[in-house]
């Protein structure tokens, strides 16, 4: 069992167990952590690990928690706070990953409890996440007991103002969809070129897995990388062309970036109407 398993506060009862909790529980259980220290309130069995607790309504727990994770929808929030706290013990820590709901929000619904907020992304099943973090009523001692069993998930990144976790959540936490989006891209427009549907989506997804690999691990920055592929007059040269016309793919990014960043505003707002 790796340090951040043993740190693991267990046990820890997710309400809720969509795609990015069960990610993280994924990642968790990868580094030691039983799936007995889950306890799973979700109508559903999808994403339930083996060996959880796994109730079908908050009713059926017949306890209450020192440590509860939600992960519902944040414009469900409201209507399920009531049942919610009713699974908390007094001063406990409640988690959120909802996406733009304040920890002062959190903290009416939920008074007296330790309010942590983690913006993740998919890559917490690989531990290769960067967390994006933002407490109320926590400690310094509990944040640095809350980094040992979050470090399993990936890199976690403490947000001097709340505020910047909506900026956070743009970059780290919705942009794997935008990469994931371009690869498929990638792949599509190598079949206009004249290469099978199959190889040409192989090759985006090695293709990327080794620039990302070596973008975290070289000394240059992306743009110096981006320099040292392409020669002067040569094909990356014609491409890249393309892409830097007019600042193309930097107004892209700044645009999708600026939606997601107002869309995580707008949900912060849901989750109090």
Known sequence: ?????????????????GNMAGAMVTGWMAAGVPGAHFHIVKPTDRNIPADARHFTTADQPGQKYDQLMIGIKPYMLAEMAQEIAALLNPGALVISIMGGVSTDSLARHFPGARILRVMPNLAVALGKSPLGLFAKGL?????????????????????PAEEDMHAFTAIAGCAPAYLYRFIDALAAAGTKLGIEAEQAERLAREMTEGA???????PFP???????????????????????????ILRLMENTLRAAHDRSVEQGKEAEA
């Not at 069992?1 to 167990?17: E, H, K, R, V, Y």
């Not at 990302?212 to 070289?218: G, P, V």
């Not at 992306?222 to 016309?245: H, I, N, Q, Y």
């Open 1 to 17: 069992m790796t340090d951040s398993a043993a740190a693991f506060p267990a046990p820890m009862l997710l309400f809720g167990c």
């Open 139 to 159: 400690s310094e001692a509990d944040k640095a007991d809350a980094e040992k069993w979050l470090c399993a998930l990936g890199t976690p990144y403490w947000m």
């Open 212 to 218: 990302a690999l070596l973008a975290a691990q070289s």
């Open 222 to 248: 992306p743009a110096e990388l981006a320099s040292r592929v392409a020669s002067k007059g040569g094909s990356t040269a014609a491409g890249l062309a393309v892409m830097d016309e007019d600042k193309a």
